[in-house]
């Protein structure tokens, strides 16, 4: 019964620390969207053409975030 | 199903949503027909009512419903060919049914009561699974197995290129993880979010806290506002990287 209750503590908490990814990813898509603001504001005739670029950017910043939500998922329901 | 065990009389469960079952009763079956698949077909069937009807008319001043189907047609196409260039445009019927079907699916689920069947990752793990192998395919079709190279920078130091090499075939099979994960995962914890604000608001009525009630009640409104820009932005991200991927095959960087 300890054993279990532990398990279930630990389970829990290392849900709650896989929320630490998020950290991560907010710094990473406000990286991409301060540098892409930045280079916009100098050249806004460039601009336009490079949004797609931005997404991407911000596609592979925010992925590493969300492989913390599937973390704390698999810990909560699979594991 | 009801109830997370601890709480007893919790309000419902954030995850409740999005439990697949049998509309018409009885056990599940790989041929019954569930609330996800009724959503996609209603999808479908939204796709093919703006495009068919869309136009129909073929009118040189465009109703409302034909440039809707215009505007979807070519903000696609557009999108396709600066990424992936004029040989990318053979493409183009597959990325447009790939756009327009998370589309749908990710718009429709925002109504209330409905289903997002682009929240599960068995939906989006075939569809990027799907996107993997045919660009796969189409690359060792086009390059033979001189595609191999891919996986060998050339431009690198000559001892550098097989830590490269390896790092390029982790990243290369990643792809659908990444892909399907990100579409997923999104709508999940989009929807989840909103759940659990409209639960708080429940829970704060029923506490008899009217007054702060307002507070999730302003923090739902706006979710619901990003909720559309999300849905919008993860079919356009999944699009855009399917155009990347098929870049890649069609180009080898």
């Known amino acids: 019964m300890e054993a279990e209750a532990a398990a279930l503590l630990g389970k829990y908490i290392g849900a709650g620390l896989a929320c630490l990814a998020m950290a991560g990813a907010g710094i990473g898509v406000g990286h991409v969207a301060g540098n892409f603001l930045a280079g916009a504001l100098r050249n806004p005739a460039a601009a336009k053409e490079q949004t797609a670029t931005l997404f991407i950017g911000m596609a592979f910043a925010e992925a590493l975030g969300i492989f913390g939500l599937v973390v704390a998922m698999l810990l909560l329901f699979a594991v | ?253």
């Open chain 2, 1 to 253: 199903m009801a109830s997370n065990g601890n709480g007893g009389e919790s309000f419902i469960h954030p995850m409740d949503q999005f439990v697949v079952g049998p509309i018409f009763g009885g056990h599940i079956t790989p041929l019954s027909v569930t609330n996800s698949t009724i959503w996609m077909a209603i999808s479908v069937l939204a796709i093919c009512a703006l495009t068919i009807l869309g136009t129909r008319g073929r009118a040189l001043v465009p109703s409302r419903v034909q440039s809707i189907a215009e505007l979807l047609y070519g903000f696609v196409r557009q999108t396709l060919h600066e990424v992936a260039g004029d040989e990318g445009l053979k493409y183009f019927p597959y990325i447009f049914t790939l756009f327009t079907f998370i589309l749908f699916c990710n718009m429709l689920g925002m109504l209330p009561y409905s289903f997002t069947p682009t929240s599960h990752i068995a939906v989006t793990g075939v569809m990027a699974l799907a996107v993997f192998v045919s660009v796969t395919v189409i690359a060792f079709r086009k390059h033979g197995t001189h595609f191999l190279m891919f996986f060998w920078p050339m431009e690198a130091p000559g001892w550098l290129r097989p830590v490269l090499c390896v790092i390029e075939l982790i990243s290369y099979f990643v792809r659908p993880v990444s892909h399907s994960v990100r579409l997923g995962a999104n709508m999940l914890a989009g929807h989840a979010v909103l759940k659990v604000f409209a639960g708080l608001f429940a829970m704060m009525i029923a506490g008899g806290l009217g007054a702060l009630a307002i507070l999730p009640l302003a923090g739902m409104i706006g979710l619901t506002a990003l909720e559309f820009l999300v849905a919008f932005i993860q079919a356009y991200v999944f699009m855009i990287l399917t155009c990347v991927y098929l870049n890649d095959a069609l180009h080898m960087h």
